[in-house]
Each structure stands twice: as C-alpha cells, then as structure tokens.
C-alpha cells in the first residue's frame, strides 16, 4: 500500500491545495493530507479550523484523512511508514525553496523522496497569503477557496 504525505500550513486551504490532493490521489492508495503545528509561526486560523476546513472540503474523499503533525516531518514520515511527501510546484519561484526542503528531508530520513506536481494553470498564482490578503482588504476571493473558507473569512473580517 503506498501512502503519501501531503503536508503544509493550509492557512487556508485554497483550491489549488484541493486540486493537488486529487491528484495526488490518484497516484497513491492513500493520501494524509498532514497540517503542521508549528508554535514558532503566527498563523492566520487556528490549526484546529486548518484541519476543519479541510476535512469538510474531503469529506467525499475515502482515499484522503486529514491530520495534524509537529515537530519534523521526517520523523512524521518514518512514524506514518509513508512511501512519499507530495508537494505542489506553481512556478519555478517555487523552486528553490521546495528543492531545499526537499533534500533537507532526505537528508533526515533518506527513503523520503518527494513527488512534486503542478495544479491546474487556474491556480497558479494562488497561494494562502494572497487570498488572506485579499480577503483583509475586502477583495473577492470566490472560486478560489471553498464555501466554508470563504465564509469564515468574512466573518474574521467583520469580527477580526
Ligand atoms: O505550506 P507551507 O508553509 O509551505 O508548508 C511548509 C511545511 C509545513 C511543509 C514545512 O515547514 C515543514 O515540513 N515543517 C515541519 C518541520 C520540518 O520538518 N522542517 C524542516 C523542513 S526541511
């Protein structure tokens, strides 16, 4: 059975998140879609409304859990017995910083091999921090996150 890892910050989950999910599951039995706990960083939402949001958005994905992780995601990996970590790449600025993360992984657990795929062109300039930032000022970000995203950003809007 080969289980892969997809983790991140999901500070929101945006479409392109989701997009790269059923991709990834179709290339692996089953997919954790692993959100990091990391106290070091300020996020935007709570991890408990990161991992809410995304268990709603793949609630009809029998193939896809959604947990929470800390500390290093190599040791994640070994604990989880994955066979991969999934990223999305959207544009060679990606590039660097994932081939750093990457390798670093490998160095820290060395069957760790990350597969790296590329969302729908749509989404290729989303990201959480641009659709946070929209939203902050008052921008439409429709058809970019889901439903329950959406909402619960207009709600921090009204009551930050
Ligand atoms: O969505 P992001 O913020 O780009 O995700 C980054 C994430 C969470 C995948 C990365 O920061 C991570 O793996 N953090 C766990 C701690 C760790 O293992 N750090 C070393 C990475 S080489």
Redesign the pocket.
Known sequence: MKLAIY?????PVTNGHLDIVRRGSQLFDHVIVAV?E?SQKTHYFSLQDRVEFLKDALKNYPKVTVEH?S????NYFRQKKASAVI?GLRAVSDFE?EF??AL??RR?ARNLETVFLMPDERYTYLS?SLVREVSRLGGDVKGLVPNTVQKALRKRILRP
């Open positions: 983790p991140g910050s999901f500070d990091s990391n992780f500390g290093l995601l190599a990223r910083y750093q993360m670093m992984n820290q959480s």
